[in-house]
Structure formats: C-alpha cells, structure tokens
C-alpha cells in the first residue's frame, strides 16, 4: 500500500452539481451569451464552440467534464445531462423525465427490443423506428424533458447466449449489425443541417459481458486475436464511426488485452478518430459509468486515481459518465498531468455536437415546433406493433397454425408470460402509451381465455401454482403456452449459465402436452433456449419465439398466431444445444472452434456442432421459391463471365474505402408458391475456401425484407454485394481480397445457389494500424481477467 | 422422447386446495372427531394419529400428503399448513401471517442472522433465543397466525464463503454447528410432554450451493466421499437426530452421490432413521420445495412421474412441499407403484407429531395461553441486541477504539449499511419491531451525524454520489465506513463469484482514508470479504464484522464503537484471501487440499494457504490470559498419569453412543489483564497425527463463553472433551479412536496448551452403513453435475 497524501483541501466541490434541475436553451439574444461567437449562427460549429469554451473559467471547464453539467450560470450557459437513454424509444434514465400519468410527456412510444428488430432483417423499419424515436425525444427536449443526445446503441455483437445485454442488440452477425446501425443512426440523427438527436455507439468495444463466474464487466480483460477484433468484433462500430457519421462513441468498461478501453489511445485516437477518419470536432467519446473511475480500480491500471483521469482524457475519453473527472481532473491538472489544450478539445467537441443540434439557435430548429401531439402518434403505435408481427420467428409448426379462434373458442393461456406487461419491454425502456400483454390480445379473440400465470421455474421453481393450469389446460380447446426467460434471468449485471428450459418448466410442458389438446409454445426472451425437447414432442404443434415484443407485444403474437399477420422473422442468433454452455467459458472470444481449448466456435460462421436452430432460420405460413435473374458476371475483362479479376476489382473503383466498392448487385426472383400473402426475408451467404484457412461455414453479406408478396406472385431482392463482402481478414487484422471460388446462396436450405471465381494477387482493402506494444505504454501492472487479487495489491 | 401416454381423465384435482384460510384447531369436543381416538388424551400419539388416519378416505389421504393440507372437513379435522419459516424470529412464510401495522400480531422479535449468532459461541444464548422464537410462535398459533412446525433450522456447515445461505448457518465448523443446533432446538422444542414447536433440520444433506456456474441446486449432484460425508457434512444432522431428537427433517434439492436426496432410502432410512435412531412415529421428513419434483426433472433420476413420487414417499420422504404428492401420488398408486400401508406411515408421522404439539388436546395446553403480550416483550427486545452484541467481532484495532463520541461530535457516516434497516435482517425474516439503524444509533449518541449512504459497489458502482461524502470526510471528526455485502449479493439462489470488496469501494474507502480523519471500517454480511486492504491500511484504525446484526443492530454496532459494550465474538468462518475463489470451483466438495485438483483445501481444519482472519478470531478491548487448573490424566489405568489406554476408554463407558461418552473436562482459569470487563470465547482445539493421514491443522472439540469478566478477574472456562472429540473419520466412514499423541490448546495464540497420549489398537466408535451400490438402485440414468443436457434426454 503505498503512502502518498493529496493536499485534500485543494478538492473543489461544485456546489451546483446535483441541482441540474434546469434543461432550458442558452439565450442567444438577450443572454449573457448574446455576445459571443457560440451565438453567431453564420460561423461553423467548431468555431462557435471554441469561442464558447474560451470564455470559461479553468474552475468551470473542470466542472463540465461530468456527464451532469452544471454549465456556466455565469455566461447563461445552462446546465446539460449527457446521459439520455433511447434504446428502443425513449426510455427512463437521468436526463429523460416522463411526467406523472395521466398528463403531457407521461409516456413514449415503447418499440420491442433490438434483437426483437433485428429479426425482421429490413433496414427500411429500424430507419422508420429510428425517426420516431429521435421525433418524440425532440418534443421531449422542447419541452425540458431531455436532452439531444442519447447513449443508444449497444451495437456489440451478440456472440454468446449467455450475455445479459444480448436483448439491446440486433444479433450474433457483423455484417447485419453493421447494417442495421446505419439505418438506425440514419433515423435518428438524420442527414439535415441540425440533427434530429446525436447517437451514440457503445460499447467500444469486445464488452459483451456482464458477469459471468467471477469475471465483472468493470475489471474484466477480453483478450482478443487482431483477426477476431477485426472481423467480428469492429464492424458495427467502423460502420458507426465511418460510414454513418455517428454523432458520438462509448468506450467500455472492459480493458481490451490489456488496456482499459477508456485510456487506449490505439483505439480512441488511431483506430476510431484516424484509421476510421472520425475527425469531426463536433463528435466526442464519452466513458460509460464509471468507467474512468475503474482504470484506477479495479483494473488498476495506473498508481494514481489523478494518472488515472489525465490518461483517460488524453486517451480520448471526452466525457466521464460520473464525477471522477469533475472531482480529480483538478488535481491531475496541478500535478502537470495533461495541458489545458487536451481539456479544451473535449469540452469543444462537447459544445460543437450542441452547436451542430441546433442548441443555440432558439426556434429556428426545424424540430423545435414538435410537441406532446408528435409523441405516440397512430402511425408510431402502428409502426411498434409492426415491428413486433416483423421479427416475430415461427421454429414449428405441424399445419395447427394459423389457428382458427372464434367465440367461444376456450383458451388455456398458461405461463409466466401469459399476461406479460412490461416484461415485454425488456430493458432500458420508457413508459408506455399501453401494454398489450398476450391474455389481452387472446381476450380480444373473442376466445374464452382462462388465464394461468404459472411462474414455471424462472422465479417460482415449485409445483404450487400447477394445478389450476392443468385443469384449465383439461377443459381447453387449445393450449398456448407463453414462457421462456425475463429480464430476471439475462439483464444488464447478469449473464447467464444455462441455456436450456428449467427442468420446472419442461415438466410442465410436458404435462399439458400429455393432454393431447392442440398446443402452441412461445418462447420469450432474448438469449435463446434449447427448444429441443419442445420441437421433438410430437404433442406440440407449434414454436414461436417473440423475444421482447414491447408495447403491443401480445397482439402481434396472437395476430400472427391467428394468421391475421403472417410470421417472416428469421432468428438473429445461434441456437444452441443446451450443453453448448459447458464447452466453453463466456470469456473465451475466440470465434474459431479450438483443439486446444476445446472451444465448439462461436456463431454460425464458425460453430462446429449442430445446432437445434440456425441463425436465419424461420418458417412461413406459405412455400418460397427463388431464382437469380442474372448471374454474377465481370464485363469489361478479358477473363470468362463469372471469373472476376482481383485487379480489375480494384482498380476500377474510386471509394475511398475499397470494401465499400460495389462488386455485384444479385437479383432474386422471389416466388410465393403458397396460398398465403407473406414477407420473405432474403438472405445472401458466401461461402468458399479462399484466403485463410480455417474458413467459415458461410458469411451473412446481404440481406432485404420483401412485404406482402401475395400468393403466386413474386418480387425480386436486390442483394448488394461489396469488395467487403468477399474479402477475409488475416492474423494481422488487415482486410485482404484473395483469389479462390465463391459460393453464393439465398437461405439457409438454400434456394438458390451460384459460384464465381477471382483471380489474381491477394490484394489488401485495408491494412490495420498495429497497436503498440502493451509493454511500452504507461502501464504499471496489469491484472488478469480471472480471479484477480486486486484487493490486496492495490494503493487505495 | 417417450411415447407413453396417462389416463389424465383420472387425474383428480382436490377442489379444497388453494381455500386453505381456517388455522383453526380440531374440535375434540364436540366435532365429529370426539368420538376418534385421536381425542383420547390418554392414549399415545401414535396411537392416536393411527386412529385419526384410519378414518380418511383413500382421497383424503392423498390430499393431505402435501405442504398445504386441506385437512378433512367430513371429519372436522381443519386444514393445516406444514410451512412455517422461523430462522432467526418468527418469519414471513406460508403458513405465517402478520397483521397489519398497528394490530396485534404484526411483528415479532428479528434477531440476527445465524452467523452472527454462531460468532458469539454461546450456546445458552441460543437456547435463549430458540426460547422466545417458541414462545412467539406459539402465540401467532394460538391466534390462527402460524402453525406448530417451523422448517428451521439450516444447519448445512459453510464450507464456502460464496455460498448465497450461508447467512442462515453458524459458520464453518461441524462441532460447532453440532453443539449450536442442540441448544437450538432444546428453545425450540423443549423437554415437556407437549413440544413447544416442531423444528426441521435442513437441508439433509451436503446441500450448500445455490447456482454457480450453471449448476443449480435443484440438479446439482454433489459428490462427496464418506470420510468428507461423516467427517464434515453429517454431524450436524446427526445432531439434531440422534442426541438433540429434532421433530423434523427436510431433504434437500440436490443429488448426493448421484441420488436425489428425497429419492434415498439410504440416507432417509438407513442412516437417520436407522443408524441415528431417529424412530418416532411423531417425527417425519418434509422435501424442499418442490424436491420431489425435481426427483423427475431436472434430475432425471425416475422415467415417470409416478415413479418418482413413488419413490420418494417410499424412501421416506413424508411430506411433500408443493402439490406434486397430491397430484401424482393418485396415478401412482393406480400403477401399483406403493402400498397404501407406506402412505398411512407418512400420515402417521405427520399427525403423531401434531398429536405431541397438542393440536387435539385443546385449551389444556399450557402454552395456549400465550397472547400477544408475550410477543417482543422488553425482555425478549434486549435478547435480541445481546446477541447482536455478542456476536461483533473486532479484527482491527489501533487503539481508537473504544471511540470517545460526545455532544458536538462531527461524524461522517458513510457508505451502502449507513443507514440500514431490512438490510440488517437478511433473508428469512419477519417483520420486525422496529429496525434501529446505524444512522439512528449514531445519533442516539448525541453526535453530529452526516449520513452519506453510498451504494459502494455491489449496487451502483457509480461516482454520482461520491462528492458529498468527501465533503462529509471532510468536515468530519471520525469517518465511520460500513458497507459490505448484503442480501443483494448473497442470498437464496444466489451464491458469490468474488470474495473481495468491489474496486468502486476499496476506491471509495481508500479516498476517504487519505483524509487523514480517525476513521472505522465495519464489514456487514455473513460471507466474508478479503479485508486485507482495509487491515494494511495505516489510515484505517479500526475493522469491525458485524454479520446480519438485526432489529437493534445499529445499535449493538454502536455500543461496541463506543465501549458501552465489549467486544468478544470470534469469527465463524475463515476469511480467505480474495484469490481463494480462483483456486476452487464452488462444485469441489473436498476438505482436504489435492494436488491432483490444486484445491487449497477447505475451512480452518484444511486450508493450505494463510488466512486473512483465521476461523476463532477475535479482538478484545482488553487482554486475557489462561490457564489449565489440571493437565489431562488417567486416574485408575496403570499408564502415566497423561497418558490413556484405548481399550480402558471405551470399555468404562456405558453411553449407547461412544462418541458421546465423556473423556475430560479440561477446566481453564480465564484471567482479564486489562481494564476493560469483557466477555471471553474460550475455544478448545485438537491437533496431532494420529490416524489417517493427511491431518487437519488443527479442529475444534470444545467451546464456552465466558461473560463479563471485570478488569483483573478470572473465571474458569470448562472445555467437556468426548471420545468423539478425539476420534477421527477413516475412508468408509467409520469414526476410530486412535493411539497417538494429542494436543489440546486454548484459543488462536494459543494462551495454554497441553499434551495427552493414547495407546493400544485403533477402536471403531461407530460403523459407518455402507451404501448400497448406486447402480443397484433403480436408477434409470445419472445426469452429471455440469453443462448437463437433461433437456434432450429426457421424456416430458
């Protein structure tokens, strides 16, 4: 333990902190700002902000480093919080303020949860939900009931089951998050001079976990090859940062091999603001909470709580969710830690991000006319239910489905999601207008519902609550069983450890089935389980999952399951075989399956075993066939149609990043051969042994959701395929085109198949800027991800 | 998956269930029963109870086999509620019902946790409090509000420190447990013709783990070897059955080699009812809820359901929590899978045993007339702050304590206990007089109190809140820090990962340390935290434990800050290094420490590493010395005076049970040193290598508590050794007295020690019953403890 003292009495408290009660807009003409350059809307934001920042004290700079920011009374500069929440609407959190029921800005749209969204596989409707979601936070903000920017989307890869955050993101996939996070930035941030709200991409980046046996996400160290980082864990966020212009970033709380993400200037400044060409003054890094705090414990990564900050905030940490800048920065600063020019770049990429939002430009923003009759609108509760019925995934179904329900008709609803509420929200949400549980939407049927919340093993493991669901499930036409796993199993702080049904549930399962009465089982929740033994039981006819359908949850369940909607929702994750959670610990990153570790891989480009579902899987309500209406085919070079030359590939584009090159647009004739009016999600798979070895099975790189193809007739898919699309990344993480023959597939049976071929040198897309050696940064030590012993090593 | 179909139209649903409201007792007067024996007051009760049973239906048996018996309203015999909780005070359960505040009946005395009661070492203390939870109980139950028996006490030993119950339990050491759980139920019960309660030793056996790392206690298969088995994890048990005559067992959720605890004959009948003796028709075993059915799934340990309800009830398991009995029992009996002679015995036991509690017997009862008068009285309030006094244990102290705390006194109290109510309790609770917290005892003392309740870290792990307990720190004339764990981290289903504070409080507490102020850190919870942090801190004066302390507990904490009372509790379980939890997986049932599976070994007696706090320590604020008053000696053999022949030891006892026969009272003369009066542990351990190697460092035989010794005083300490204290356990299971040398010393330090020798041939004081070989047992499969696949496995 070492013995240094700080001169405590040097510790300034900002008395205002803790009083932010104010959300009110700087006055620009009659204010103390009037006068200065911020205020002078014919400059560009970075100016406005630099002359802002150089009006305040080096005391008030300090004291707007937090994400509660006390502004500068003085100026009439007002207070701000950073911190609002919108993960799928606008949610409760410290800088978004519903109002008491029954008045203006009690409720907001509450959309089902991503990996919900991400199911549907259609950019169009995370765009549209996008724009309701940033339309009703700026009636919000007009009315001082939050802010402009909005810590949302955790875009981290969903890569194990176990994950308690799997629920906040669209899927196990690279490519379709990176996808989905530009059309949800485009919806709501917009392409206009003022942004609708800033965006916030999170958490940069391999954080993924929660707490899973003795490994906490606050000192936990993901240890990650340059090739796994670079293939499966960077995508979403280079497409924030590059290619969607995402107004913001959130380091991690993780370190990643080795440096908390917080104080990584590889990754905050070469890789994010350099490599990714992140540049803008108007975008800034905020830490998550408190992720400044713990570079100094638990990781323990530098010896001084002050080394601590000034690393951060050098790093490229513009923003410290909590107090730890605003308490130590001070300190920092008079041990000459970092210069006041560092201080003052993240203080302005703050105010230039206000300035861009059109925050001191009074009611000339566009949005600032928005009020309480923009929020929850008839389109925006349409477009929930929508975006429920649409990734809603059918996993069986022996013909019993579409069920036909009619008055009179006795339902056992039973389980402990039967008359779910706002179980169906899943976390990080809002308040919503209402909350359609499952038994409201049977009773809407007309149907006699007899309702049995039995609690089924999740929370209440015993038999006590059984036997009036077996005796509704007795007197019942049909059985429909709605259960799974809550934010009582996965949520944030908690991973889990069991991928299969509780041994509670499956005996009640079973039980109804033995009733030999038409059954339906829903299984809810985010993080997928071993369904097995509900798809082998020939007593159950049929198997959705709905994960956290949100507001009209339980209609978009009993529309589809009535057919008034029909299923087209492909599963956006893995599912594994229960025992898939004993082979392999949740910190293992690795994405290739393993001899030595005896790791199965990860997803399924790379899992070895057999899984009880695939990702992409999904049935209909009717019978799809699909054809290409051309062939992939090189003019202009000399070589036969579908050979391509990786050259001519090359060179004949002018992007600036070359996998953004356009390769080939595939068009598939997709032919409803059924008799019921369907979605069809297509999804394109490459496949191949070129470049490195070992290959994937397939990769996911393009996919569209067609609507309402009606019986007989057919649509075409447009499936673009990039330079991006076809290149594999090396050991060094650098992103290479490589001669060989490619296979392209429509679906997982598939429907439709080609090849084609390039030839050529193996040429780079990319090269990846290589992290310095760990060894030559400012790290004092560096504590294990298990089992650390911090306590006993640490100063305090 | 099984294809085999139930008859379910026979499934009869007993239609009185869940209408369980009247508590009334039977009517023995003028009710249809006066005229069954079961009223006859000069019969026995089982005689009785055989009458009474002989009366039901076949129906009516079956639906009195479960934790909610609807009784039989034909004979006008009331339904009754098996589930009582009484763990630490008369608890919110089933069978249990406060009033409303404000009413009669609306609370009852809540002392503390167990483990803070185990750290007092007093076992008159706990018959005390055993004695008032009787009293208490009996008078909810003479006013409809809690039935007769109370499924406590958890007398599992708590071996490891993540476990998420071990609050419930006395700690660590089996001796210890032993002879707590004999004073325990000597209050519970009593020694009179009517039982004051029935209490419940649970949970039998070898169950201790909640969920850790995907192994849940309802399918967690806990493999043990017999010398583990009877060295550590029975003696409890056999406590309560064989020398204590408990009323009641409960068997447990996990498997025990493979067997489903409720499901086995060997352990329900072989070994307690059998080879301890246990044989009273007035005693009958209860399975955790819903255990029996668990024996079917998640175990997986019958093909049917029947089979497995079968085979419970004729293992032994007499009741059944939860309704799977009165469900299943039916089609088993149709299936011929038991006789209706094994289901009268479960009947039998059950109403023998309301028989002894003098359910039928009416108003002649002495205990009838207990009120509400008799509920928390003056007398009963003061137990309970003595026994949290007793049992805080100071492991750190500078010299500032006791603290001098006048009028005027500026202290800062911080952290997440500061101002704990419910928190004190822990789980199993009821409701509670009042809760006087440290916040309100801190202000009883007249001082200036700034409360700052910080999260700390198991909560949020946030800075938000930090600030102002700086600002408190500050101005402060001593910081007073209490925090630690709580029911948030460790609790039911619920075990810990991580045996160290978070980094967010040793941050958090280091900060508040550098202000150079007096400063105590008080450690709550009954796990413990890897102190080290705090006790090499030269900042911090002072470390207190302080358990689950309850409904005085701010108090009793305060009390011993300031020297109004005096510390002398010992800590009931070792304190680990944080590390520990790396070293071995909770599953790992072994003491002793292997190579083979590089486990340090467990508990004080095994541990191969060096302990933060050992097992027994404890600080004074005084000093003790002590002293045998006679050496060990061999009057009448023709040996040397400390020197013992085995074969005369055993041959001039007349115990049934050898281990119990009397082999020295080891009287200690106890001087108080110092000038404080103080209570003192004596604690009496045993070492040697003698018997089967490797040997334990040392293990407990003997304990006492002394009180109130004043300054310059002694007192003597008689340490009661048995044959058993020195007999050790061989690899079958047998305890076998040994010849060797042993030897005997007083306390940690130690202040006394003495050496006796044995001589002549090893001596089997007790044949271990061999059990039968598992794959004998109609087993139809085993499922592993770990990453089981029981979902595809099995029929459902």
């Known amino acids: 333990m070492a013995m240094f003292t700080v001169a405590l009495a040097a510790l300034a408290i900002p008395s205002v902190l803790g009083q932010l009660t104010g959300r009110g807009f ?70 978004v303020n519903f ?72 899927g196990e996939d690279p490519f379709h998050l990176s996808s989905y996070v530009a059309a949800l930035i485009d919806g709501l941030q917009g392409q206009e001079k003022y942004k609708r709200v800033v965006a916030t991409c999170k958490h940069f980046v391999a954080y993924d976990m929660e707490s899973w046996n003795g490994n906490f996400r606050y000192q936990w160290d993901a240890r990650v090859s340059q090739q796994d980082l670079v293939e499966y864990y960077m995508p979403p966020f280079r497409s924030c940062a590059r290619d969607a212009n995402v107004g913001a970033f959130m380091c991690s709380y993780n370190a990643l091999n080795g440096v908390p993400t917080c104080a990584d200037p590889w990754l905050l400044q070469t890789i994010l603001r350099e490599h990714w060409n992140w540049t803008s003054e108007q975008q800034w890094v905020t830490s998550d909470c408190d992720a400044v705090q713990n570079i100094f414990l638990p990781h323990g990564y530098n010896t001084t709580r002050e080394r601590a900050a000034a690393q951060a905030l050098i790093a490229g940490t513009d923003i410290n969710c909590g107090q730890y800048y605003q308490e130590l920065l001070p300190r920092a600063y008079a041990q000459g830690l970092f210069n006041q020019s560092v201080l003052d770049q993240a203080l302005v990429r703050q105010y230039s991000s206000l300035v861009r939002l059109g925050y001191f430009d009074g009611t000339s923003v566009p949005y600032r006319n928005l009020t309480f009759n ?32 009619s008055n009179g008709t006795n339902i056992a609803l039973i389980g402990g999601w039967a008359n779910a509420t706002t179980q169906m929200q899943g976390n990080y949400a809002g308040v919503a207008p209402y909350l359609h549980s499952p038994y409201y939407a049977a009773k809407q049927t007309g149907a006699n519902v007899d309702l049995q919340v039995v609690p089924g093993g999740q929370g209440d493991p015993t038999t006590n609550s059984w036997l009036p669901a077996f005796a509704a499930a007795n007197k019942s ?31 009640m399962i079973g039980q109804l089935a033995n009733y030999g009465k038409p059954m339906v089982v829903v299984q809810m929740g985010a993080g997928q389980l071993d369904s097995s033994p509900i798809l082998n039981n020939p007593n159950i006819s049929a198997l959705l999952w709905a994960g956290y359908p949100g507001q009209d949850g339980g209609v978009a369940i009993f529309d589809i399951l009535q057919g008034k909607a029909a299923p087209a929702g492909r599963l956006p994750t893995t599912q594994y075989p229960a025992d898939y959670a004993a082979m392999l610990p949740a910190t293992d990153m690795s994405l290739r399956p393993s001899n030595k570790t005896k790791s199965p891989g990860r997803t399924y480009q790379w ?13 209909h309500y009717t019978t799809f066939t699909a054809s290409f209406e051309s062939q992939p085919s090189s003019y202009g070079s000399g070589s036969a149609n579908n050979t391509f030359s990786i050259s001519d590939l090359t060179t004949s584009c002018s992007e600036a990043y070359l996998d953004r090159c ?71 993480g650098n992103t290479v085109l490589y001669p060989g023959t490619y296979t392209f597939v429509v679906d997982l049976e598939p429907l439709a198949t080609t090849t084609f071929s390039l030839t050529g040198s193996p040429y780079t897309l990319d090269h990846w800027p290589q992290r310095p050696d760990a060894a030559e940064q400012d790290t004092d030590y560096f504590i294990g991800n298990y089992g650390s012993t911090y306590g006993q090593q640490l100063v305090m």
Not at 380 to 405: C, F, H, M, W
Request: glycine share 10%.
């Open 26 to 95: 700087p006055d620009c003409v009659n204010g103390p700002l009037s006068n200065n350059t911020v205020c002078d809307t014919s400059k560009d934001p970075l100016t406005r902000a630099t002359a802002l920042i150089a009006a305040f004290t080096l005391e008030e700079k300090f004291n707007n480093t937090g994400s509660t920011s006390p502004g500068v009374p003085r100026l009439g500069l007002p207070a701000y919080t950073w911190w609002q929440e919108g993960l799928h609407g606008v949610a409760s959190s410290p800088g």
């Open 99 to 170: 109002s008491t029921p029954g008045t203006d800005f009690s409720y907001a749209t509450s959309f089902p949860q991503p990996i919900l969204m991400g199911a549907a596989f259609d950019d169009d409707l995370i765009t549209q939900v996008a724009t309701v979601i940033s339309t009703e936070a700026r009636a919000f903000n007009n009315f001082g009931r939050a802010g402009l920017d909005f810590w949302t989307p955790n875009i981290n890869p969903f890569k194990d089951p176990r994950w308690g955050r799997g629920q906040e993101t669209p």
């Open 374 to 405: 923009d929020v929850s609108t008839p389109q925006s509760q349409q477009l929930a239910y929508k975006a429920a019925v649409e990734g809603i995934t059918l996993l069986k179904n022996d013909g019993l489905l579409p069920l036909r329900i």
């Open 477 to 507: 036409d049909v059985i429909i069983y709605i259960d799974g796993i809550d934010n009582s199993v996965e949520s944030e702080g908690m991973d889990r450890y069991n991928l299969g049904w509780t041994g509670a549930q499956l005996d």
């Open 607 to 619: 899992y070895d075993g057999k899984a009880i579902f695939g990702f992409g899987y999904g049935l």
């Open 662 to 732: 356009s390769f080939q647009v595939m068009n598939v004739d997709v032919r409803n051969t059924g008799n019921v009016t369907s979605d069809y999600v297509a999804l394109g798979f490459l496949s191949g042994t070129f470049g490195p070895a070992p290959y994937p099975k397939k990769k996911l790189v393009a996919y569209t959701r067609l609507h309402n193809i009606t019986a007989g007739s057919s649509a075409t898919a447009s499936l673009k395929l990039t330079l991006g699309s076809l290149a594999r990344v090396d050991t060094n």
